[in-house]
């Protein structure tokens, strides 16, 4: 039986996150019908990250057990016909080998948030940025960015239904940079706690508009609480971008 290693893009807006759920849209619902359009199967399709609802991903990763060896061209292709209206679209798709799992054998995901700092709303990016109308220093949110980097206890920064049982995390990247009219963050780890990035995001954003400091995040880090934590950033500014083999 013969496992498809799969690469996904995807519009988070209507879907209620990755993970099948009964009775709601869903990316993995979504993928799952057009498996068995293709083929036939009824099938579970793993992914890398069980990503929320209204979260995009540019490079997602999973994976589905097909009985027959099919081409993997034919797969990709395949998928996408069966996937039309949604806004799905499998990238790339490849012959797995071993016991590569999506999920378990990732070392690394990376994750991208946009923050359209500008007056106006926007109109063509509307739910894939945050908007943020007052003036962000993206020079002053990396400096703080910088105390969230390495191995630290992120109970602040971790979702009060999150099922992770350690709060223990290593994050490897926390980048801040203006880009015309948008603020980007980037962040890098092996994994993630549930909503981690969009509250490191939110703490970050009242830094870069001056109601933080650095120490203040340093401060919220270290007091371990969730009520510690600054705003949540919205889910419609996060992509997942990457994940690492």
Known sequence: MPRYRLVIEYDGRPYHGYQAQAGLPTVQAALERAVTAFCGEDLRVSAAGRTDTGVHAAGQVAHVDLAKAWPAETVRNALNAHLVPEPISVLEASVAEGDWHSRFSATGRRYR???LNRASPPALDQGRVWH???PLDASAMHAAAQVLVGHHDFTTFRDLACQAKSPMKTLD???VARDGE??????????FLHRQVRSMTGTLAEVGVGRWTVDDVAAALAARDRKACGPVAPAQGLYLTHVSY
């Open 173 to 175: 990247v926390a980048s």
């Open 182 to 191: 948008e603020v980007i963050l980037e962040f890098a780890s092996r994994s």
């Open 113 to 115: 948030y946009r923050i």
């Open 132 to 134: 943020v109308k007052k």
